[in-house]
Nanobody
């Protein structure tokens, strides 16, 4: 499985961005998916996860109510809509796939990772 994240960029505080993660292969609909982020000097942290059907989602407390994770299984693409962005959201954002198919929080339980896309939020 290859994952290609895109959509990052520079945005002012209060603005919005939508990240995409395109997956190769035809088994995308069987994977649970997640978004993680890593700010400079920090460890990678969980942002959001979604199960294989898209029916269940979980969010980190810091992004709940501002970010929305979704997926299009027909297009093999994962999304992260980010609204009301804050400077502390600045990080490299990674998408990841887990073969369990469920909504999974711990990073070590993910099997495949994308290369990351940089989001910078200016104050």
């Amino acid at each position: 499985v290859q994952l290609q994240a895109s959509g990052g960029g520079l945005v002012q505080a209060g603005g919005s961005l939508r990240l995409s993660c395109a997956a190769s292969g035809r088994a995308f609909s069987t994977y649970g998916m997640g978004w993680f982020r890593q700010a400079p000097g920090n460890e990678r942290e969980f942002v959001a996860t979604i199960n294989r059907s898209g029916g269940t989602t979980l969010y980190a407390h810091s992004v709940k109510g501002r970010f929305t994770i979704s997926r299009d299984n027909a297009e093999s693409t994962l999304y992260l809509q980010m609204n009301s962005l804050k400077p502390e959201d600045t990080a490299v954002y990674y998408c990841a796939a887990n073969l369990r198919g469920g909504e999974v929080v711990p990073a070590p339980l993910y099997d495949y990772w994308g290369q990351g896309t940089l989001v910078t939020v200016s104050s």
